[in-house]
């Protein structure tokens, strides 16, 4: 679990974070949704620890990482696998390499054992048969999927999505939107997604905290969406036409 | 004025921090080794090429040029060889080469590690819990500090037979080069040019990987900041050598 307690971010004069207190629960998938330039990155920047918050806590299952020396930040982040919008990908290694990297950085076994656990995790992305080919030549939706194997590679506690989905076909989000849910449930995983696809909040939103303008405006889950009454998120989420029918249709059902 | 010499210290002060954070301890020596053998590849062996061919062509040019202006009938004939040879191990194969050094490799380290600073994969290695700056650049610098005394040699080693070309074409004897070569030949001069080159080796890959690692923007940040890291790097190993030269005579 990874709890947010009154958390402050200024950069300079401009206050980008306003006392933001939220709460991100073991085995679900919780998503941190806003519009652009609303601070979400900023959030989970803070939250992984490339930002430092000016004030407040971030305590993962009750350890404030604000506060730990560089050490401790170091074992809490070998806990940690984070997918970026842009994949990240190590652009000179095959992907297997890419896979394997986290094992040979920071595991003891052998290298048969690290080459069988990276092609475990490749298999569990479903991307068997991809192992010697460099990120450049494979498509958007199969870099996602190595980044998430590279993300499970070291079995992390917890789980960070920067817009996972960004880039790709509707049906291809999907396709990642499931396994990252898949993932969360089968290894109890703490999983914060980052997005703006609306798509991803109707699928797997199962704790979702709507941030308006650097501060917490609404915390529920995707049920609760369809019959929040607060205006902000409303017409944030159903500002297509498809979502807003999709609520007519469901207040007339 | 101010502005100019308070955006140096930053910068400087910037350099220094970072450079605390490059030498430290590898977290994986296995790893450490692989990224140092590659570079030592990628930096110091992929280099030789232009190294040896513009080592040939101006040991040829100086010999020519000795030859044809400073070399009369009431001087030494040895005199084109002993210039050629002191321009070649005082100056060229140390100095000019990592110049031309700094143009090739400064511009590949800024590009690679703003490029991996702009795709994210450096916050990757961040969130991983690595040590992303000893981990990029400390392979960088050793790795090019190994290889630079190598290139300099071949670089004497391939003027001297670029000026032996051109005894073939007739500029000069096979005798009178192989005598001026030979003439009063300093030992040191050779150490001197090792020891240059490497402060020069330095200064190209810590500048370069500093301007990469550093970049803010997109691709057209990574362009700039490979620019200014062979432009400041070129200016830097130019005040070094005044300084280095004074020191090492």
Redesign the interface.
Known sequence: MIELRNLYKSFEDKEVLHDINAVFEEGKTNLIIGQSGSGKTVLMKNIVGLLTPTRGQVLYDGRDFVQMNKREQVLIRREMGMIFQSAALFDSMSVLENVMFPLDMFSDQNQADRERRARFCLERVNLKGAENKLPGEISGGMQKRVAIARAIALNPKYLFCDEPNSGLDPKTSLVIDDLIHDITTEYRMTTIINTHDMNSVMGIGENIVYIYQGQKEWQGNKDQIMTSTNERLNSFIFASDLFRKVKEANGNA | MNMILHRFLAAFGQYLILMGKVFSLP??W??FLKQYVKEMSQLGVDSIGIVLLISFFIGAVICIQIKLNIQSPWMPAFTTGYTTREIMLLEFSSSIMCLILSGKVGSNIASEIGT?RV???I??L?????NSASFLILPKILGLLTMIPFLVIFSIAFGFIGAYATAIMGVITVDDLTLGLLHDFNQWYVWMSIIKSLFFAFIIASVSSFYGYTVEGGSFDVGKASTNAVVRSSMLILFADIFLTQLLS
């Open positions: 977290e994986r296995r790893m991996m795709t994210q994969q916050d990757a961040e969130i991983m819990g690595i």
